[in-house]
Nanobody, 116 residues
Framework: QVQLVESGGGLVQAGGSLRLSCVAS????????MAWYRQAPGKMRESVAR???????NYADSVKGRFTISRDNAKNTLYLQMSSLKPEDTAVYYC??????????WGQGTQVTVSS
C-alpha cells in the first residue's frame, strides 16, 4: 500500500526557515525520482524540487537558491529545507514521485504559511 506522510509545516515570518519531511512507502521511494510539490489557494499544484535516486537535484526558478531537497534512502524519507521564505511560498506542500499524476494517490500534505 502506498504511503506518503508529510510533516514539518507551520506558520513562519517572511525570511524564516522550515524543514519539511516526508515518509514514503519503500515500494515507491526506492526506485523513483522523488519531488516536492505545492498548491496555493486557487492555483494548480506545481513541482518545486526533485531529486534522483543518486542525488541529482532540480528546482523551480521560484525557489532556486532558497530551497534544498534531500533524501535518506535508508529511511525512505524526503526532506525540503526552506530558507528565506516569502509570503508567496504559502501553500500546502506534498511529496510524491516526480511522475505523479493528479489521479495518483497523494498524502494529506503539510501547510506552510508565511506572514509578511
Amino acid at each position: 500500500q502506498v504511503q506518503l506522510v508529510e510533516s514539518g509545516g507551520g506558520l513562519v515570518q517572511a525570511g524564516g526557515s522550515l524543514r519539511l519531511s516526508c515518509v514514503a512507502s519503500g515500494s515507491i521511494f526506492g526506485i523513483n525520482t522523488m519531488a516536492w510539490y505545492r498548491q496555493a489557494p486557487g492555483k494548480m499544484r506545481e513541482s518545486v524540487a526533485r531529486i534522483t535516486m543518486s542525488g541529482f537535484t532540480n528546482y523551480a526558478d521560484s525557489v532556486k537558491g532558497r530551497f534544498t531537497i534531500s533524501r535518506d534512502n535508508a529511511k525512505n524519507t524526503l526532506y525540503l529545507q526552506m530558507s528565506s521564505l516569502k509570503p508567496e511560498d504559502t501553500a500546502v506542500y506534498y511529496c510524491n514521485t516526480a511522475r505523479a499524476l493528479s489521479s495518483d494517490y497523494w498524502g494529506q500534505g503539510t501547510q506552510v504559511t508565511v506572514s509578511s
